[in-house]
Nanobody, 124 residues
Framework: QVQLVESGGGLVQPGDSLRLSCAAS????????MGWFRRAPGKEREFVAG????????YYPESVRGRFTISRDNAKETLYLQMNSVKREDTAVYYC?????????????????WGQGTQVTVSS
């Protein structure tokens, strides 16, 4: 059974940096397109970043472009999200997910497997 386990969340101040990790198991990770989403209290789940199986292409919404960087280490079967210059509005539970072959990167319905999430709180 595919398992995705996020880690690295926590409490940070505005302007700080944070790196999230997502460890995959029972998944052919090196062939999998992957993404990060987040859900803030009272809001819909939101696409944060996506990366193709070989790291050759990445995707971001305008809200995080230039501040967040998605990367992967296929040898370690781990996905990362580097978050720089964090803002209060980045506060959310962050999820990694495996993308199916079809569908929009931005839509949660395009993703087949999800982790349990890690909380990121940005507060002074």
């Amino acid at each position: 059974q595919v398992q995705l386990v996020e880690s690295g969340g926590g409490l940070v101040q505005p302007g700080d940096s944070l790196r999230l990790s997502c460890a995959a198991s029972a998944l052919v990770f090196s062939n999998a397109n992957m993404g990060w989403f987040r859900r803030a209290p009272g809001k819909e789940r939101e696409f944060v970043a996506g990366i193709t199986w070989n790291g050759g292409n990445t995707y971001y919404p305008e809200s995080v472009r230039g501040r967040f960087t998605i990367s992967r280490d296929n040898a370690k079967e781990t996905l990362y999200l580097q978050m720089n210059s964090v803002k209060r509005e980045d506060t959310a539970v962050y999820y990694c997910a495996q993308k199916q072959y079809s569908g929009s990167w931005f839509s949660s319905s395009s993703y087949a497997y999800w982790g349990q999430g890690t909380q990121v709180t940005v507060s002074s």
